[in-house]
């Protein structure tokens, strides 16, 4: 089992910045990437950013050139850096393990954190 916890959201200012983490724990091996989520009411679950096991990167257009998502290489932390913050920007973010494990059988999960808040002010 992997679980994942996010921290760092809170209230910022617009044009400001932000760094969230995520945690995960468990069986970290099983981890093949990581995702990056938000969500707000009203509206559908997005994905923000993409970092998988080998290194691929992928940003939602709207966050391009503003976000970073990085992994701290001697832990099993993860990163999404924000800058330039907008107000459109506030939700809920969530941080999602794809995981595969190899044993006997191969199991394929996704872990959810239970988020975190990111509010921007005008």
């Known amino acids: 089992q992997v679980q994942v916890v996010e921290s760092g959201g809170g209230l910022v200012q617009a044009g400001g910045s932000l760094r969230l983490s995520c945690a995960a724990s468990?069986?970290?091996?099983?981890?093949?990437?990581i995702e990056w989520y938000r969500h707000t009411p009203g509206k559908e679950r997005d994905l923000v950013a993409k970092i998988t096991k080998g290194g691929s990167i992928n940003y939602a257009d709207s966050v391009k050139g503003r976000f970073i998502i990085s992994r701290d290489n001697a832990k099993n932390v993860w990163f999404l850096q924000m800058n330039s913050l907008k107000p459109e920007d506030t939700a809920v973010y969530y941080c999602?393990?794809?995981?595969?494990?190899?044993?006997?059988?191969?199991?394929?999960?996704?872990?959810w954190g239970r988020g975190t808040q990111v509010t921007v002010s005008s």
């Open positions: 999602a393990s794809d995981n595969i494990c190899y044993g006997d059988t191969v199991t394929v999960s996704r872990t």
């Open positions: 468990g069986d970290t091996a099983c981890i093949s990437a």
